[in-house]
């Protein structure tokens, strides 16, 4: 039986629809969300460029137990066999999924990939199917197909998509991780360990961080020891968004979500897949000193007496750490960008309003409402940028998250103290 490591309500863990996968994050992506004017305009997108890679959005789905059958197999929850293939043998040495050789490669068509979702789910009827499948010119397009659902309980949006991850790998970690609650809610989340080594983690959660419309997405995303990522997403409506409830919760169960990811099928759709000479290897993970360890340890130290640290958190792109801190008067979050290079979008970034200092340092302030939909939540910004480029931007909020009502009238640090850790010459070290 597989080993479960379980996060439900209590518990958070530290750090789709092809749309879904190519966007990335979220959504809950992106670590980092600045306001809709002059800070989103180039800011945020410049820092995502800075990035090895993009996380896939993990949101969504249950928790269960994969069916594993005797020799390796995967048995079905709804009585059928995921393939008459067994799981791939235990990888001792793990690598990059390879993509065959021209003379075995086979050609995966849209059509393939929408009759084998179609095989792979119980019986019921379909509708509203569409898909992409393998364009050996474009390796960098994930494969997917989508469709409605009918199991006779209400239509469902059910879709897959697949891609290769370096094994061990910031992609591979970040795809079956379980979701930060402080910037993703969910109602539980579980990983579970395979028998072939694979690791598939399984997220109930909605399609909505604010929950104003009550949309589940239900999401399992499986990893193998070679690198075939395999993501399954299913919602209790028709459509990922802008469509009415149509039943209770999704279609499938934790455990058929599960299975329907270790499914065979998939990971031969990725090995068929163009192998991206630019990513078979990937650069050396920055030490425990550097990157968002290191942000988090400065913002801490700069942290104004009387503030308790009560949460803390960090993104893998080592630029982005986040505190939670209470001074006895309710929660707020903090949370902070350091990027260097980042020159090329200072008009953008620094227009009307902002100042520079005599060493050059341009800064601007912004007060204003929180993004993601908390009742009454409030967003205090400082963003900074030195002479050569490098950014320090901070921002502060009247709630312990952006996505739950505010909990204060004001965040917890005042502008003038956020403008002091942002200036502080701390982060130059």
């Given at each position: 039986m597989p080993v479960e490591q379980q996060h439900s309500d209590g518990n958070s863990s530290s750090d789709p629809f092809e749309n879904r996968l190519s966007a990335a994050l979220h959504d809950a992506g992106a670590a980092f969300d600045t306001d809709r004017g002059a800070l989103a305009a180039a800011g945020t997108a410049r820092g995502r460029r800075l990035r090895l890679r993009r996380r896939t959005t993990v949101?969504?789905?249950?928790?269960?137990?994969?069916?594993?059958?005797?020799?390796?197999?995967?048995?079905?929850?709804?009585?059928?066999?995921?393939?008459a293939r067994p799981l791939a043998a235990v990888s001792t040495t793990p690598r990059v999924a390879q993509s065959p050789t021209a003379s075995a490669a086979r050609a995966v068509t849209s059509d393939d990939m929408i009759r084998t979702l179609e095989k792979l789910l119980p019986k019921g009827g379909f509708s509203k199917a569409q898909g992409r499948g393998v364009d050996r010119n474009a390796p960098l397009v994930a494969p997917y197909a989508q469709l409605v659902y009918d199991d006779g309980h209400g239509a469902a949006a059910v879709s897959v998509s697949v891609n290769r991850v370096l094994p061990g790998g910031s992609d591979a970690r970040q795809a079956v991780q379980c979701p930060d609650k402080v910037y993703v809610p969910y109602d539980s989340c579980v990983t579970s360990h395979l028998p072939d080594a694979s690791v598939v983690t399984v997220v109930k959660g909605y399609e909505y961080p604010d929950r104003r419309v009550d949309t589940k997405l239900w999401t399992a995303n499986l990893v193998t020891p070679d690198g075939h990522h395999v993501s399954v997403s299913e919602w209790n409506a028709a459509a990922e968004k802008d469509a009415p409830i149509s039943r209770d919760r999704p279609p499938l169960s934790a455990a058929q979500l599960r299975t329907l990811a270790a499914a065979a099928d998939w990971r031969g759709v990725v090995d068929a897949i163009p192998e991206d000479p630019r990513q078979t290897q990937e650069p050396t993970a920055p030490d425990d000193g550097?990157?968002?360890?290191?942000?988090?340890?400065?913002?801490?130290?700069?942290?104004p007496k009387g503030l308790k640290v009560v949460a803390h958190g960090a993104d893998d792109d080592d630029q982005f750490t986040y505190l939670v801190v209470d001074d006895g008067k309710g929660r707020s979050l903090v949370q902070i960008n350091v990027q260097p290079d980042m020159s090329d979008v200072a008009g953008d970034l620094f227009g009307s309003g902002s100042e520079t200092l005599s060493d050059g340092t341009k800064v601007a302030e912004r007060q204003g409402p929180g993004e993601k939909g908390g009742d009454g939540v409030v967003m205090w910004t400082v963003d900074t940028m030195r002479t050569d480029g490098f950014r320090v931007v901070i921002s502060a909020f009247n709630s312990g998250s952006q996505q739950t009502a505010a909990t204060r009238k004001t965040p917890a640090l005042t502008m003038k103290q956020l403008r002091a850790i942002a200036l502080s010459p701390k982060w130059r070290s």
């Open positions: 949101l969504g789905g249950a928790a269960g137990v994969a069916l594993a059958g005797v020799g390796g197999a995967l048995l079905v929850p709804w009585g059928g066999s995921s393939s550097d990157g968002g360890k290191a942000i988090r340890r400065t913002l801490t130290s700069l942290i």
